[in-house]
T-cell receptor, first 113, second 111 residues
């Protein structure tokens, strides 16, 4: 079975640009969460979606948005990129909206110049 | 959300047992204790989860005292490939799967 997949693996953008990151959860998983991990720190929660609805939002500015599609894949969008947005963006999938193991993808490494 | 405190780093040698302790003084009734492992440039990987007493799986054991204010992850006979960052998390059963990661413990296993 394929695990969580994310694309692209690496991305370089300049300040002020917009970026879209994509995630496909494990087959059968209906919930997707997004995390930002700055170098040397633990991942920080950005969003969670379950059955295409937002179930949780972390302490991130409105420049960050996300959505989930009918096939449960998800996109994370970041507008007006700042240097501080440079990070590893992780997607995690879980079987349901309740407590359980989260399966993380390999991440997308975003560099903002 | 309960905050966790764990050592910033630990060193060990191949074949030794490693115990990483985490404190979570403000743990709530609905909270579960969960540990993740992360290798460089990879996403975290679930290791083990427990509520109280002892939990064991093929990878590790988790010891939780009666007051639940701390927990210890035990890795038996570590190898070089166990070098990673280990995160202790307190997961609220009602929080919709929002995981709150701290800084983790960087474990270095030496030959």
């Amino acid at each position: 079975d394929a695990g969580v997949t994310q694309s692209p693996t690496h991305l370089i953008k300049t300040r002020g640009q917009h970026v879209t990151l994509r995630c496909s959860p494990i087959s059968g998983h209906k919930s997707v969460s997004w995390y930002q991990q700055v170098l040397g720190q633990g991942p920080q929660f950005i969003f969670q979606y379950y059955e295409k609805e937002e179930r949780g939002r972390g302490n991130f500015p409105d420049r960050f948005s996300a959505r989930q599609f009918p096939n449960y894949s998800s996109e994370l969008n970041v507008n007006a990129l700042l240097l501080g947005d440079s990070a590893l963006y992780l997607c995690a999938s879980i079987t349901s909206g309740g407590l359980g193991e989260q399966f993380f993808g390999p991440g997308t490494r975003l560099t903002v110049l | 959300l309960a905050k966790t405190t764990q050592p910033i780093s630990m060193d060990s040698y191949e074949g030794q047992e490693v115990n990483i302790t985490c404190s979570h003084n403000n743990i709530a009734t609905n909270d579960y204790i969960t540990w993740y492992q992360q290798f460089p440039s990879q996403g975290p990987r679930f290791i083990i989860q427990g509520y109280k007493t002892k939990v064991t799986n093929e990878v590790a054991s988790l010891f939780i005292p009666a007051d639940r204010k701390s927990s210890t992850l035990s890795l038996p006979r570590v190898s070089l490939s166990d070098t990673a960052v280990y995160y202790c998390l307190v997961v609220d059963n009602n929080a919709g799967n929002m995981l709150t990661f701290g800084g983790g413990t960087r474990l270095m296993v030496k030959p």
